[in-house]
């Protein structure tokens, strides 16, 4: 294909960066607003039968319930965002999250219409997964197939500060509903995040139906047809990056959700900080977050994505005992800085740098399945049970929380040993096709450097 035909304009650049960005941030709000308010109030809402740790506990195994849907959604939207495009999957992903999360804000509650409740919003929770479990993936694909040559890393950083945005965005409007009163927040407050996400909806497919196609997967296309289960031929292909990624995915995705989902609850509930402290650190955090996801996700396009990665996935193992130590210190100041270290250097630098690193593992005709299946694979495994088995060792231990600081260590250490059994390939070239054209377009980039 022409180089030409190739070029994007800066304009038309910075309107991909920001589908991509926006676009996240909207659908992931959706998201992680489930989260919050499993930590906040869904135990008193839908599962009172129970005391309050075990209600918690209910609402943190439906938060891990949506988990399991994400790998389906990683199949299906792959499948045919390899086949057809990327552009109608970011689409339809973010019609289905919004969507389920709006109907959640309209959700009767168990004391209106009992077992019903929690069934229903299991469903929703399944609804929301199963359109989460490609979003991410499809918008990460989008910057970086749209990138200029030595800063996929960069561009690809927009998805992933989508997503540290809705969640910041999430805590927030949290913030603002738990300034009422206890009464007011558990008879209607509490629907005002999920209502407002159908603004919200609106405004990321308005922005996401602007995007073109990627000029990559137009080349692909051109120049050999689609292949008939590219989900099937990218575990054959590319097996060892395949498992490299539902590796990598242990302490980021575990941790991305341990922290600011079960670490609200530890402080509130364990702990018996006010919810103010509490969401004001987690905000922080993801503040933080956003500026560390840039820098790190800059600094892998000059040394490379594994050593960022690996010293992300250190730090957060050497930082677990420190995070719950600073916590027990009942400082708000400290709680606050505890939650800016681990996600600000932690979590930001593994999320960074893993847009780019997991897109060029893959080719491009399957690179949309391979990216979203192996990915949501290491989902079911760490991000969804993370928060409930984080809260059960807490309850086992009589609220001692050293039995999370092993747990965080150990996802931790998995995932340096992943990343560093992985190839290098922020050189690699983004438009190869098979593991041979991958390897030979990562050694003749290092000889040209």
Known sequence: MPQAARAVSPTNLRHVMLAAAIGSALEWYDFFIYGTASALVFGELFFPKYDATVGTLAAFATFAVGFLARPFGGLFFGHFGDRMGRKPMLVATLLLVGGGTFLIGLLP????????????????????????????GGAVIMAVEFAPKGQRGLYGSFAPLGVTAGNLLAAGVFYLVTMMSKQDLLTWGWRIPFLVSLLLLGLGVYVRSRVAETPVFAEASARRPPLRAPAIEALRRHPRNFFVVVGARLAENGLGYLFPVFGLSYVINTLHMSREVAITGVMLGNVAEIFGIVLFSWLSDKVGRRPVYIGGALFSAAFAFPFFVMTQTLNPTLICLAFILVMGIGSAAMFGPQAAYFAEL??????????????????????????????????????APWGVALYVILLSLITAFAVWCGPETHLSDIRADTPQDLADGALAATNRA
């Open 109 to 136: 509650t168990y004391a209106t219409i009992g077992l019903w409740a929690p069934v229903l919003l299991l469903l929703l929770r399944l609804l929301q997964g199963f359109g989460a479990g490609a979003e991410y």
């Open 362 to 399: 893959f080719g491009p005709r399957l690179r949309y399945s391979g990216f979203a299946f192996a990915r949501e694979l290491g989902s079911i495994i760490a991000g969804g049970p993370s928060p409930f088995i984080a809260a059960l060792l807490v309850s086992w231990m009589a609220g």
